[in-house]
Nanobody, 133 residues
Framework: QVQLVESGGGLAQAGGSLRLSCAAS????????MGWFRQAPGKEREFVAV???????????YYTGSVRGRFTISRDNAENTVYLQMNSLKPEDTAVYYC???????????????????????WGQGTQVTVSS
């Protein structure tokens, strides 16, 4: 059973930065789509960012509008780790952040991005991000 382990959450001031990491427990983990979601108190889990890649590797990313230009998702191929660099943090970014991985076959075209919870097969335990004003 593959496990996704997140780290890097914590407390930041508005305008500050944090970097989240998500490492897969198995180096042979065969996923080429990983995403970040978040869940604020009393709200549903929502999509934040996704990265997908091919065998080159060429990476493709997509963000929800509220974080575009502030957050950057990336992947270290050698370490099989996905990162979420969060800059210009706002209090409304406060949430538990989850990474997720998709291993089922791709659907749609190369421009298809996976932005809903049901598109993913594995989830991490979550890491708390708190942004103070």
């Amino acid at each position: 059973q593959v496990q996704l382990v997140e780290s890097g959450g914590g407390l930041a001031q508005a305008g500050g930065s944090l970097r989240l990491s998500c490492a897969a427990s198995e180096r042979t983990f065969s996923s080429n789509v990983m995403g970040w979601f978040r869940q604020a108190p009393g709200k549903e889990r929502e999509f934040v960012a996704v990265i997908k890649w091919n065998s080159n590797p060429t990476y493709y990313t997509y963000y929800t509008g509220s974080v575009r230009g502030r957050f950057t998702i990336s992947r270290d191929n050698a370490e099989n780790t996905v990162y979420l660099q969060m800059n210009s943090l706002k209090p409304e970014d406060t949430a538990v952040y989850y990474c997720a991985a998709r291993v089922r076959p791709a659907r749609g075209s190369s421009s298809t991005y996976y932005t809903t919870i049901d598109e993913y097969d594995y989830w991490g335990q979550g890491t708390q991000v708190t942004v103070s004003s």
